[in-house]
């Protein structure tokens, strides 16, 4: 099993913005995400990014995060923009080896993915 690694989680105010990184030493997915897990609560997708590049939302981060990736340089990235404190969460970086499913169906489906990271702590303060 690949390690992914991510990096960037921190403490911000509301309104403020923050990077994740999300880096391994093999890149050979076939959709990655970032998924987020609040304490008390599952974990929820937040955001897909499929084989071709295309994104996907979960509703409530729609405009706010961007999701994307580098495949030469091993990076999938999450910008998140307009924090609140309700996406303060554990953020974990996903991938799946092969394989192709509805991204949209993903977000709601971590089972489906094969490979994760450790995850990076994003505490929003009011």
């Known amino acids: 099993q690949v390690q992914l690694m991510e990096s960037g989680g921190d403490s911000v105010q509301a309104g403020g913005s923050l990077t994740l990184s999300c880096t391994a030493s093999?890149?050979?997915?076939?959709?990655m995400g970032w998924f987020r897990q609040a304490p008390g609560k599952q974990r929820e997708g937040v955001a897909i990014?499929?084989?071709?590049?295309?994104?996907y939302y979960l509703d409530s981060v729609h405009g706010r995060f961007t999701i994307s990736k580098d495949n030469a340089k091993h990076i999938l990235w999450l910008q998140m923009a307009e924090l609140q404190p309700e996406d303060t969460a554990i953020y974990y970086c996903?991938?799946?080896?092969?394989?192709?499913?509805?991204?949209?169906?993903?977000?709601?489906?971590?089972?489906?993915?094969?490979?994760w990271g450790q995850g990076t702590q994003v505490t929003v303060s009011s």
């Open positions: 996903a991938a799946r080896r092969a394989g192709w499913v509805p991204p949209r169906s993903l977000l709601r489906r971590p089972e489906d993915f094969s490979d």
């Open positions: 093999r890149w050979s997915w076939s959709q």
């Open positions: 990014v499929d084989d071709d590049g295309a994104p």
